[in-house]
Protein backbone atom coordinates (compact mmCIF):
# COMPACT_ATOMS: atom_id res chain seq x y z
CA UNK A 1 0.00 0.00 0.00
CA UNK A 2 1.43 3.36 -0.75
CA UNK A 3 1.69 5.86 1.54
CA UNK A 4 -0.07 9.17 0.46
CA UNK A 5 2.17 11.75 2.27
CA UNK A 6 4.80 10.53 4.13
CA UNK A 7 6.56 12.25 6.90
CA UNK A 8 9.64 12.96 4.98
CA UNK A 9 7.05 15.14 2.83
CA UNK A 10 4.77 16.60 5.51
CA UNK A 11 8.04 17.86 7.41
CA UNK A 12 9.42 19.10 4.34
CA UNK A 13 6.62 21.51 3.56
CA UNK A 14 6.05 22.38 7.44
CA UNK A 15 9.38 24.04 7.14
CA UNK A 16 7.83 26.44 3.86
CA UNK A 17 5.10 26.77 6.40
CA UNK A 18 3.31 24.70 4.02
CA UNK A 19 0.42 22.43 6.34
CA UNK A 20 -0.36 19.61 4.42
CA UNK A 21 -2.95 17.27 5.11
CA UNK A 22 -5.12 14.69 3.50
CA UNK A 23 -8.18 14.87 2.18
CA UNK A 24 -10.42 11.22 1.51
CA UNK A 25 -11.79 11.11 -2.04
CA UNK A 26 -14.93 9.01 -0.16
CA UNK A 27 -15.94 10.76 2.53
CA UNK A 28 -14.50 14.45 1.80
CA UNK A 29 -12.97 14.32 5.45
CA UNK A 30 -9.63 15.95 5.55
CA UNK A 31 -7.16 14.50 8.09
CA UNK A 32 -4.24 16.55 9.70
CA UNK A 33 -1.44 15.20 10.43
CA UNK A 34 -1.62 12.57 7.66
CA UNK A 35 -2.53 8.90 8.48
CA UNK A 36 -2.47 5.72 6.63
CA UNK A 37 -6.34 5.94 6.56
CA UNK A 38 -9.15 8.09 7.24
CA UNK A 39 -10.55 9.31 10.22
CA UNK A 40 -14.03 9.05 9.54
CA UNK A 41 -14.37 6.13 6.85
CA UNK A 42 -10.85 4.31 7.03
CA UNK A 43 -10.77 4.71 3.48
CA UNK A 44 -7.24 4.95 1.61
CA UNK A 45 -8.25 6.73 -0.94
CA UNK A 46 -7.00 10.44 -0.32
CA UNK A 47 -5.37 13.45 -2.21
CA UNK A 48 -2.74 15.41 -0.86
CA UNK A 49 -3.97 19.94 0.31
CA UNK A 50 -2.31 22.26 1.54
CA UNK A 51 -4.28 23.73 4.59
CA UNK A 52 -3.87 27.44 5.32
CA UNK A 53 -3.22 27.16 8.74
CA UNK A 54 -5.05 29.17 10.34
CA UNK A 55 -7.72 28.65 12.98
CA UNK A 56 -8.98 29.19 16.76
CA UNK A 57 -7.44 27.26 19.87
CA UNK A 58 -9.97 24.43 21.41
CA UNK A 59 -7.72 23.45 24.76
CA UNK A 60 -4.34 24.14 25.81
CA UNK A 61 -1.82 23.36 28.59
CA UNK A 62 1.25 24.53 29.96
CA UNK A 63 4.63 22.08 30.13
CA UNK A 64 6.93 22.79 33.32
CA UNK A 65 9.11 19.72 32.22
CA UNK A 66 11.23 19.66 29.51
CA UNK A 67 11.97 17.12 26.53
CA UNK A 68 15.44 15.59 26.67
CA UNK A 69 18.19 17.88 25.34
CA UNK A 70 15.56 20.83 25.57
CA UNK A 71 15.90 21.71 29.08
CA UNK A 72 16.52 25.37 28.17
CA UNK A 73 12.74 25.87 27.02
CA UNK A 74 10.96 25.40 29.50
CA UNK A 75 7.50 26.04 30.58
CA UNK A 76 5.96 26.76 27.33
CA UNK A 77 2.18 25.82 26.32
CA UNK A 78 0.81 23.77 23.84
CA UNK A 79 -2.25 24.42 22.31
CA UNK A 80 -5.12 21.86 20.16
CA UNK A 81 -6.37 24.03 17.61
CA UNK A 82 -8.71 23.15 15.21
CA UNK A 83 -8.29 24.41 11.49
CA UNK A 84 -10.69 26.12 9.39
CA UNK A 85 -10.82 23.12 7.39
CA UNK A 86 -12.11 20.80 10.10
CA UNK A 87 -8.69 18.82 11.81
CA UNK A 88 -7.34 19.49 15.14
CA UNK A 89 -3.53 19.63 14.94
CA UNK A 90 -1.34 20.28 18.36
CA UNK A 91 1.47 23.02 18.34
CA UNK A 92 3.47 25.38 20.81
CA UNK A 93 2.08 29.04 21.16
CA UNK A 94 4.31 31.74 20.95
CA UNK A 95 3.80 35.48 21.24
CA UNK A 96 2.92 35.10 25.59
CA UNK A 97 4.09 34.43 28.53
CA UNK A 98 3.22 30.99 29.83
CA UNK A 99 3.15 32.11 33.16
CA UNK A 100 0.37 34.30 32.10
CA UNK A 101 -2.26 32.17 29.82
CA UNK A 102 -5.78 30.99 30.97
CA UNK A 103 -9.32 30.52 29.89
CA UNK A 104 -9.09 33.07 27.65
CA UNK A 105 -7.23 31.78 25.42
CA UNK A 106 -9.97 29.58 24.01
CA UNK A 107 -11.57 30.56 20.80
CA UNK A 108 -8.07 32.80 20.03
CA UNK A 109 -7.64 33.00 16.51
CA UNK A 110 -3.58 31.63 15.73
CA UNK A 111 -1.84 30.79 12.49
CA UNK A 112 0.67 28.60 11.72
CA UNK A 113 4.10 29.02 12.23
CA UNK A 114 7.15 26.24 12.59
CA UNK A 115 10.40 25.69 14.03
CA UNK A 116 13.04 23.18 13.65
CA UNK A 117 13.81 21.30 16.88
CA UNK A 118 16.78 18.55 17.03
CA UNK A 119 16.75 14.92 17.12
CA UNK A 120 17.16 12.91 20.06
CA UNK A 121 17.59 9.49 20.35
CA UNK A 122 14.16 8.08 20.31
CA UNK A 123 14.13 10.24 16.61
CA UNK A 124 14.92 9.58 13.55
CA UNK A 125 16.66 13.32 13.60
CA UNK A 126 15.94 16.99 13.15
CA UNK A 127 11.67 17.90 12.69
CA UNK A 128 9.69 20.82 12.16
CA UNK A 129 6.90 20.80 14.51
CA UNK A 130 4.16 23.46 14.61
CA UNK A 131 4.21 26.81 16.00
CA UNK A 132 1.14 28.84 16.75
CA UNK A 133 0.87 32.48 17.06
CA UNK A 134 -1.83 35.05 17.19
CA UNK A 135 -3.83 35.84 14.46
CA UNK A 136 -4.62 39.51 13.95
Avoid at 2 to 19: G, H, I, Q, S, V
Avoid at 105 to 115: A, E, F, M, Q, Y
Wanted: proline share 6%.
Amino acid sequence: MEYRLPFKDYNKALKLNKLLGLKCNNCETITCPPMMVCRECASTNHEVIQLSGTGKIVTFTTSYIAAEGREGEVPYTIVMVELDEGPWIMGNLIDIDPAKVGMELIGKRVRLGHKVFPGDKYSAGDAARPLFSFAD
